[in-house]
């Protein structure tokens, strides 16, 4: 792969890089498909790879420890890359990161990752905004989870899954969105059903259509927004 082509990604990251950072990158990273559920982070394991995410969505899940409840934490696309702990200095997470809408990639080796990172003071910098960005999406998330109500916080998501995917049509079944929610499933048909007679949204069998996306934004209550202004402040 040459820096060339790293500029035409869909990966915002590395579609911006300057050529300098774009050839420390470039002859280390592999196009990779990432279908559903495919693993790019264990919990407690040792960092292999990192992912530049092109299309798709990757989740970012915490688990506990006592009971096996999951709740997704953060989420990723084409705005940004997987391995913050790396970013950061250290080589694992207590978080499982996997794909919960296949797609593809760009990936790269931990090692080469780190001493790109080490050879660069605009790289690092460069992932170091994006840690800031995704701990900002992070704390929005702790935010909706604890002040807000499960339909103010359907919205949020399904405008997130949205931002990252491109299209009106999410393949999203009422049990993944109760574990990515932290809800009971009938909750999260409560939910759609809310939005759905409001006009926002169709939600069939495994399938939600965005209908009116600033309806949705007005649905959220206030809890949608900040992270990714953020974003456009940090990478325009």
Partial sequence: MSPRVLSDSANIILSRLTSADAELLAPHLEPIEL???????????????????????ASVVAKSRADGRSI??????CEGVTALPLILG??????????????????????????????????????????????????QTAFANGRSKIEDRLARWLLMAHDRL??????????FLAVMLGVRRPGVT???????????????????????????????????????????????
């Avoid at 279908?35 to 969505?57: A, M, N, T």
Wanted: glycine fraction near 10%; charge should be negative; aromatic fraction near 6%.
């Fill in 35 to 57: 279908p559903l559920r495919k693993s790019l982070e264990q919990r407690d394991k040792e960092i292999e790879h990192v992912y530049f995410v092109e299309h798709g969505l």
């Fill in 72 to 77: 997704e934490v953060g989420v990723i696309g």
């Fill in 90 to 139: 250290t080589d694992r997470s207590p978080h499982d990161t996997f794909m919960q809408v296949a797609g593809d990639g760009q990936r790269i080796s931990a090692d080469n990752f780190r001493r790109a990172m080490a050879a660069s003071n605009t790289l690092r910098d460069r992932l170091l905004l994006w840690a800031h960005v995704l701990s900002v999406q992070i704390a």
């Fill in 166 to 175: 491109g299209g009106d049509e999410l393949a999203l079944t009422h049990e």
């Fill in 190 to 236: 409560l939910a759609l059903k809310l939005l759905e007679n409001d006009g926002l949204i169709v939600a069939k069998r495994g399938l939600v259509t965005i209908i009116d996306r600033e309806g949705l934004i007005e649905a959220c209550n206030g809890v949608y927004g900040a992270p990714e202004a953020e974003h456009r402040r940090v990478f325009g």
